[in-house]
């Protein structure tokens, strides 16, 4: 089984050296900002080891909350990417941060992102498989129609979905200035083709001045057996 460990602050430098080459300057806090957050006992990064020469694979760093667990950063060192690290990793740290709390709970203290004047919505989702069952969440929170002062949180429950039918939420409705956050319901969309079908698809149709990386899932809803794939801008 893959291992997670919690890297100390003298470890730091090897992660940033990844995180510089897996994210953009406005996707991170420089180094100094990023460093002081040691001194946060809510945050951790944890790696996955390279024993043959003790170097850093993957790493994901983590808001340890109380009632949830929020993924701030996750990458794969460019030298093992495409090799089902990513996946690994997901799954582990899934195991080991389970809180049990419902998904409008786990997103009570969270907000849109205050990167003023377009107050970017947060948007998340959530999947739930059991003996052979399967249904679905999203959400979307985003200011009062770009007053930062209202957090508006609206949650969206499919039960029983159709096979080849699913729903995205876009960030935005379009250009504008400030630009103007989604609105309504999560648009329809036909899912078909395998999952490599599938990420191509997804991958192609990313704008590409602003995609960086994409994860796919595909779950058996009777065994609970999955693979995944993900793909990376800047491998």
């Known amino acids: ?128 498989i059991d003996k052979g069952e399967f249904n679905y969440a999203m959400s979307i929170l985003k200011s009062n129609n770009g007053n930062p002062d209202a957090c508006n949180r609206y949650t969206f429950a499919y039960s029983n979905p159709v096979a080849g039918e699913g729903h995205f939420i876009h960030t935005y409705m379009g250009d504008g200035n400030p630009l103007p956050s989604f609105e309504g319901e999560p648009t329809w969309v036909d899912i078909d083709g395998d999952i490599d079908t599938f990420t191509k698809m997804v991958w192609e149709n990313l704008n590409e001045d602003n995609k960086v990386s994409l994860f796919v899932r595909f779950i058996d809803i009777e065994t609970g057996n999955y693979e995944s794939r993900i793909v990376n801008k800047n491998k």
């Open 1 to 128: 089984m893959l291992e997670l460990r919690t890297i100390n602050i003298d470890e730091f430098d090897n992660v940033f050296a990844i995180m510089e080459q897996s994210f953009p300057d406005d996707e991170r806090r420089n180094y100094t900002e990023q460093r002081a957050l040691f001194d946060n006992p809510e945050y951790s990064i944890y790696v996955v080891d390279d024993d043959r020469d003790n170097r850093i694979k993957a790493f994901i760093a983590v808001w340890d909350f109380e009632e949830f667990a929020y993924v701030e950063h996750f990458a794969v060192n460019p030298e093992y990417r495409n090799g089902g690290i990513g996946a690994e990793v997901l799954h582990r740290l899934h195991e080991l941060m389970d809180k049990q709390q419902t998904f409008e709970q786990a997103l009570r203290t969270r907000e849109f992102e205050p990167d003023a004047p377009n107050y970017t919505p947060r948007i998340s989702g959530i999947m739930h």
